[in-house]
């Protein structure tokens, strides 16, 4: 079975850092497509970042330049590295495994990790 359970969440000053971890397991981590998803209460769920299993990276334009995504094959984790945080990050994240050619999630919801950045 599946699992993702995310967590590094926590509530920030604008302008400050945060790392967040998906632990993986169930899957061949190695070769899948990861991605981190974010949303707020009210609104769509949004594409933040995804990593192929070779590394390359693609980012949503509110967060070039401020976030990081990566993982750790041999540990079976995608990191998302989050700098210069500002009041609009704020919201439950999550991450996912992505079809390699359709890009859909193929793993159900988990229950995320909360981000809260305050002016």
């Known amino acids: 079975q599946v699992q993702l359970v995310e967590s590094g969440g926590g509530l920030v000053q604008a302008g400050g850092s945060l790392r967040l971890s998906c632990a993986a397991s169930?899957?061949?981590?190695?070769?899948?497509?990861m991605a981190w998803y974010r949303q707020d209460p009210g609104k769509q769920r949004e594409l933040v970042a995804t990593?192929?299993?070779?590394?390359?990276?693609t980012y949503a334009d509110s967060v070039k330049g401020r976030f990081t995504i990566s993982r750790d094959n041999a540990k079976n984790t995608v990191y998302l590295q989050m700098n210069s945080l500002k009041p609009e990050d704020t919201a439950v994240y999550y991450c996912?495994?992505?079809?390699?050619?359709?890009?859909?999630?193929?793993?159900?919801w988990g229950q995320g990790t909360q981000v809260t950045v305050s002016s």
């Open positions: 169930g899957i061949i981590f190695s070769i899948n497509r």
């Open positions: 996912n495994n992505l079809h390699p050619v359709t890009r859909r999630p193929l793993g159900s």
């Open positions: 990593i192929t299993q070779t590394g390359t990276t």
